[in-house]
């Protein structure tokens, strides 16, 4: 692999360049893999981590929702902008309103969605990319539905303007709960491309329940 980075640095290169090179090099079917696993039941959702960004701030954006609550998403992203400048690397992350970023502005980036969909369009473009279903006040994972409002969700997927990087959303059930987790997912360490806090609660990975009958987690009454 580094011998095949050193190669194409800074070069474009597709999945199947990258597999025939490490199978040259190997004698592993890699491409054969990829397509037996193409047709498996998860091979639909390429699993990403939720924290991938946090690695690469210089190539990073936050955009927060301005749908609704957009004093308390603008906060929320001022937060983590701060908390991430000063426990990484001290990097600044730009950060833009939804009502102003452009395809431009997302590729080569990590993309940083601050709000649920309801607040915050972006999030609400790219829903499907996430391994979460929003509604208009819960959102479900798997057939567990949360509908706290102090709930907070983090949930990552690939970017669908440039697939190299993530498009993370980091979004509470109400402006409070957004807020509050903006400073907590820079802490995290979990490789994971879903965590959730039902209620207020800490940070989780989860993985998406299969068979698991309807329920509804914490709601509030």
Avoid: C
Wanted: without cysteine; hydrophobic residues 40%; charged residues 20%.
């Amino acid at each position: 692999m580094e011998a095949f980075g050193k190669t194409h640095a800074g070069k474009e290169v597709s999945t199947r360049e990258f597999a025939v090179a490490i199978g040259k090099d190997t004698g592993i079917d890699v491409m054969a893999f990829l397509e037996k696993n193409r047709t498996a039941p998860d091979a639909g959702r390429v699993v990403v981590s939720a924290t991938d960004w946090l690695a690469d701030l210089d190539n990073s954006i936050i955009v927060y929702g301005s749908r609704a609550e957009a004093a308390a998403n603008e906060a929320a992203a001022r937060r983590l902008q701060e908390t991430a400048r000063i426990k990484w690397t001290n990097v600044t992350i730009p950060i833009k309103a939804d009502r102003d970023v452009t395809d431009s502005d997302l590729k080569g980036r990590h993309v940083i969605l601050v709000g649920r969909p309801m607040t915050n369009s972006l999030t609400d473009r790219y829903r499907s990319t996430f391994p979460v279903t929003f509604g208009s006040g819960s959102v479900t994972i798997g057939k567990e539905v949360y509908a706290h409002e102090k709930t907070v969700i983090v949930t990552a997927g690939m970017n669908p303007v440039d697939p190299r990087y993530t498009v993370v959303a980091v979004a509470g059930l109400s402006a409070g709960a957004t807020y509050s987790v903006a400073e907590t997912v820079v802490g995290q360490s979990q490789s994971a491309d879903l965590m959730v806090a039902p209620a207020g609660g800490l940070l989780q990975p989860r993985v998406t329940p299969r068979e698991a009958a309807p329920v509804v987690a914490g709601a509030s009454r």
